[in-house]
């Protein structure tokens, strides 16, 4: 292996190749005193905020978020919390943005989505890549609320596979500008923002490559259509934009000409804890919820609370909660120590939170029994609201192909010919990412958790055995499919489960050995009841994928699938 | 014009309380404390009136160091600054020694308008400010719903009962008691969160105060706690027999002699 003065920087792609970086998860991240100070205020406003104006049912019915709430929001400068100060923010860490985020969507997702398409993505590229000039003329103005900003990368043709966009910027070479047709569907705050930051083809030598660009509603072409309707999120405008000849000019272009598909996945890339995030908001509120109701509703005497079978989905929300906690605020602490591709992790998030909330949703439903199916409590609107998560921001399909793919690249580009042949299917996964190959830093990683409170020995020694399974199977993969390991969606699948519950883990164990070290056993015994059961059915779940790479029935799964695309369907008959 | 405001920190409404072994207070470490409802109210209208003739809003807290929380609550709303009587050594939930220790603190400011919430939530007496006004000697007046600048002095409306109002005229300098609900309340902002950081919490100490332990110390006050407890639910139903006539003549002597309504 060689040695690279060239640092890894992620604990993810470290993991798959069998190195445990504890340096980068340990200890559990704490905030800023004086940042977490003022968020608690933030958050104590946005409470008040909330219980005096939003009544996220109405919303729903309505389809239709109040312009004072939006107002509102404005006011209280949320929607300037990450924009540095100098363009007339705040310069919140994302460990701060993300918290504000997470309660705005315990109180409504459809202004969360607003919120998020806003702040998440909408003005993000401006952060990560507008030059000074770009900042200057139009943060101060969606800092303040005047302006609320969109994302504009999904187009009829183009939805996991973000690359093959079809709109087009075409330099005109009299006055430089760029000249944009085309449309874009799905787009979050289509109808209510002024600015949108817009992907379109872009010629650069003989090649078409992607460029970004910031465009304003105020630009003749430009068009928004009717607001869509939704199964949730409904209260969020989701529209269609089109672009008939609408003039940019050059000073628009974010980042540098046919890099935007990097400006996007980065994006992206930070958009995707938000709503791991925002996730965890929806969680905590149906937990309250259930646990009030299971409580209070009496069936042969008893409180149902009392029954076993509610307990355990009761736990499950509490464990779901803890984990997504502590891997989340783990991964934003990532985003603000900077230059750690955090890439893996976020996806991971994603892919967790969003399955955990469409898990509470159904079963905080179930608990409510029949009122829970009516639409005068608020379950079926969570249930409706919770859906999207699974497919918007990379469908939980794409990442966890990019998560195992990504994860094997350290490993790939040991095995030389497959690292090579693994970049361009991961360049062609859509949503993905950019793929800067780090190498691992040998010298400091080693393939032990140490330093670990005495009482996590058994969750350790699972999180270290399990790793280096990951490793075992990564290896085996490799070596048995080479180039075709892109195809092989059900070993991906494993692989990238088996990733998630690791990172997991690592992130509960962590949390729960540094508040060990600074309270003591006693105090944390209620997290360390949480954090054990979680990593015994996490680890158990991780020897079940592991034994499925190599036994499973994956080719009769392939068959019937294919066999029904041959019948169009089920075509068999009990009665024939 | 310059306020001072009395805030109190109260445990968070619907708290679960839990009652000490010794049946005289309640746990309070395992609490969630927030301003006292009506205090909010005086803040908000203290807030008004300077934003509408100018001048200056300080806070005034009396509490552990846990009230620290709810004055940066105030600082980011508007107030200018704060003081914070600290009673982290010593405890007291008489009204006479609170308004004494409160009095004490405000007469080094010398405001011109002393406002304090209609009465604390938690232990609702609704004495500290009558009690304060006479410490300071000021002219007071009790469930305030809005108050006015007037020549001189300020004109208030104040709530009476069955839904009628009283409009009552005061010379400055002045203490009123606010009455919930009486306005629109502000949310703190970011940018008033910001600010706050840089604004004054002095802290006062007893001897700031010019006030000797003795004095203030739960053994020199007039109230004592003998035993606090969650109401107790009781269950008594009586069902009359007879005819109408005699169940009537049954239920208006029970209503009369034993429940005494009449």
């Known amino acids: 292996m060689p040695n690279n003065e060239k640092e890894i920087s992620s604990f993810m792609k470290c993991l798959f190749a069998g190195s445990i970086e504890r340096e980068m998860v340990f200890p559990h991240p704490q905030m800023d005193k004086e940042e977490a100070e003022s968020l608690k205020l933030i958050l104590e406003s946005l409470r008040q905020f909330a219980a005096d104006n939003i009544d996220a049912g109405e919303i729903d019915r309505n389809q239709e978020i109040p312009a004072e709430v939006i107002a509102g929001l404005a006011e209280l400068g949320l929607l300037g919390m990450s924009i540095p100060e100098t363009y007339g923010g705040y310069g919140f860490s994302a460990t701060a943005y993300n918290r504000v985020f997470e309660e705005i969507a315990g109180i409504d997702a459809s202004i969360a989505t607003t919120f998020g398409g806003h702040q998440s993505i909408g003005l993000k590229a401006l952060l990560l890549f507008g030059t000074e000039e770009q900042k200057k003329r139009f943060l101060p103005k969606l800092a303040s609320g005047e302006w609320l900003a969109g994302f504009a990368l999904t187009e009829p043709g183009a939805g996991s596979d973000a690359a093959c966009i079809k709109t087009t910027a075409v330099k005109d070479e009299g006055s430089g500008d760029y000249i944009l047709n085309g449309n874009k569907i799905w787009i979050t705050n289509g109808g209510i923002a002024h600015y949108f930051t817009v992907f379109a083809k872009t010629m650069v030598g003989d090649a078409e490559k992607i460029s970004a660009f910031a465009v304003t509603r105020d630009m003749e072409g430009f068009a928004s259509g009717r607001k869509e309707e939704k199964l949730g999120i409904r209260g969020s405008s989701t529209t269609e934009l089109t672009f008939d000849n609408v003039r940019i000019p050059a000073e628009n272009l974010i980042g540098p000409l046919g890099k935007g598909f990097k400006v996007a996945m980065e994006v992206l890339n930070s958009g995707r804890l938000g709503l791991a995030a925002g996730c965890i908001g929806g969680i905590k509120r149906l937990t309250e919820m259930s646990v009030d109701y299971a409580k209070n509703r009496k069936q042969f005497n008893t409180p149902i609370a009392k029954f076993e079978m509610i307990e355990e989905k009761i736990s499950d929300m509490i464990i779901d909660t803890y984990v997504l906690e502590s891997m989340v605020y783990l991964t934003t602490a990532l985003i603000d120590r900077g230059d750690i591709d955090y890439s893996v992790e976020s996806a991971i998030c994603k892919v967790y939170a969003s399955e955990a909330v469409w898990r509470t949703a159904s079963e905080a439903m179930q608990i409510a029994g029949g009122i829970g199916y009516s639409p005068e409590y608020p379950y079926e609107r969570a249930l409706r609201d919770a859906r999207i998560n699974l497919i918007f921001e990379g469908t939980n399909e794409v990442l966890r192909s990019f998560i195992a793919l990504a994860g094997m690249q350290e490993h790939g580009e040991y095995l030389k010919e497959v690292g090579k042949a693994l970049q361009s299917p991961l360049s062609q996964l859509g949503v993905l990412t950019d793929f800067a190959f780090s190498r691992i830093r040998r010298t400091v990683a080693t393939e032990r958790l140490e330093d670990v409170d005495a009482g996590l020995r058994q969750e350790v020694g699972k999180f270290e055995e399990y790793a280096r399974e990951l490793n075992i199977a990564v290896e085996k993969v490799l070596t048995k499919h080479k180039k075709d390991i892109i195809n092989q969606g059900f070993i991906l699948e494993r692989l990238a489960n088996m990733a998630i519950d690791l990172y997991a883990m690592a992130a509960v164990i962590s949390r729960l050995d540094t508040a060990l070290k600074e309270y003591g056993k006693e105090k944390v015994s209620r997290e360390l009841q949480i954090g054990k059961a979680f990593c015994e059915i996490a680890w158990r779940r991780i020897r079940r994928n592991r034994r499925q790479v190599e036994h499973n029935s994956d080719p009769l799964h392939k068959s019937i699938a294919e066999n029904a695309y041959e019948s169009e369907g089920y075509d068999f008959d009990l009665i024939s | ?262």
């Open chain 2, 1 to 262: 014009m310059k306020i001072i405001v009395c805030m109190k920190q109260v445990p968070v409404q619907d708290s679960l309380l839990k009652i000490t072994d010794d049946n005289t207070w309640v746990h309070e470490d395992e609490l969630n404390w927030e301003i006292n409802e009506s205090d909010n109210y005086a803040m908000e209208a203290a807030l008004r009136l300077k934003e509408e003739h100018g001048g200056e809003v300080v806070l005034l807290s009396m509490g552990p160091d846990r009230v620290k929380e709810s004055i940066k609550q105030g600082l980011a709303k508007g107030v200018e600054r704060a003081l914070h009587i600290n009673n982290e050594d010593f405890t007291t939930r008489d009204p006479f020694i609170n308004a004494k220790l409160l009095a004490a603190a405000i007469k080094q400011e010398s405001p011109d308008l002393v406002l304090t919430g209609l009465q604390a939530d938690d232990t609702g007496f609704g004495q500290t400010g009558p009690i304060l006004a006479e410490y300071l000697g000021l002219p007071h007046t009790s469930i305030v719903m809005e108050i006015e600048k007037s020549n001189g002095g300020i004109k208030v409306k104040r709530e009476l009962e069955g839904g009628w109002f009283q409009s009552v005229e005061l010379p400055l300098p002045a203490l009123l008691s606010i009455q919930s609900g009486s306005n629109q309340l502000r949310y703190a902002t970011i940018k008033g969160i910001m600010m706050a950081k840089k604004k004054e919490i002095k802290s006062l100490t007893l001897a700031d105060l010019g006030l000797a332990e003795d004095e203030v110390d739960d053994s020199n006050s007039s109230l004592n706690f003998n035993r606090i407890f969650i109401p107790e639910k009781t269950k008594k139903a009586e069902i009359f027999e007879g005819d109408p006539k005699e169940i009537a003549a049954k239920l208006a002597d029970k209503l009369k002699n034993e429940a005494k309504v009449f």
